[in-house]
Every structure is written in C-alpha cells, then in structure tokens.
C-alpha cells in the first residue's frame, strides 16, 4: 500500500514547529542541519512514524490489521549555553505539548511529551553547543 501518512504525521509536528514565532522555519530543521551549520539557537527534529499491532489505546481493526499510527518527535533543542538549549525547549514545548496535530483523513490524540534529556556538552564540530533533548509523540486512526 502507498500512501502519504507516514510523511503526514512526519510534516505535522515540524509544521507546528515552524509556526512558532521564537523558531520559524530557519531555525527548525527535519533531520539534518544545513551546510554551513547556522549558529545556534536551532532545533533538529527526528521523526518516527509507526504502525504498531495490538491496543495502543487508539484503534484496532476487526481484521487486524494495524490502522493506528503512533508518532514520534525526537527534537534536539541546540545552543551555544545550556540555558539557551533549555530555552529552545521551552519553545518546542510551547508549539508541541497538549496540541492536536491535523492529519488529513486521520483522528488525532494531543501531543504528549514522553521524555527530556538535560543539555549535554557536544564539542565535535570543534566549537562548543549544547544539546537538550526533548521526545513528544501522539497517536491517530482513521477517520
């Protein structure tokens, strides 16, 4: 089966990321900072996107076959401090916690936010950042 859900449920957190004045559309990035690496603040988001099987508390076919979606948003809150990583949290956390994504043809649960890491030092690229990290995920079943 081809379809566009998984890329759905991919583009509705980073839509409501980007719609964040604080963040805006250059400083929230899917998957991949740009080359040259802009200065931080900015956020990577990784998304996942699963059909699991059996009750995830949304919906389950009769046939058994897996219609609920669950999503997951893995978003790295980067700055040059670890209060300004912290504060690019806040921000994800303002645009993404109790929300209800749109998904097309989808019936959406609000956002939840299902783990934080602390800011941890990252020197690889030669300069030092810091990376909070904070996981958010919902689900959905057909409409």
Not at 12 to 19: D, E, Q
Not at 102 to 114: D, F, K, P, S, W
Request: aromatic fraction near 6%; charged fraction near 15%; proline fraction near 8%.
């Amino acid at each position: 089966m081809s379809d566009l859900f998984d890329e759905e449920h991919a583009q509705a957190g980073l839509l409501l990321l980007r719609a964040n004045p604080a963040l805006g559309p250059n400083r929230v990035f899917d998957g991949k900072v740009p080359d040259p690496t802009p200065t931080p603040p900015y956020v990577v988001v990784y998304s996942v996107v699963e059909w699991p099987s059996g009750d995830v508390g949304i919906a389950n076919s009769l046939d058994h076959f897996s219609v609920t979606c669950r999503t997951t948003y893995y978003c790295h809150c980067v700055g040059l401090t670890a209060a300004a990583a912290r504060a690019m949290g806040m921000q994800v956390r303002s645009s993404l916690l109790d929300v209800r994504p749109v998904v097309a043809g989808r019936v959406c649960n609000l956002i939840e936010q299902t783990e934080t890491v602390p800011p941890q030092r990252d020197e690889s690229t030669g300069k030092l950042v810091m990376d909070a990290i904070g996981v958010y995920s919902f689900a959905s079943a057909p409409g």
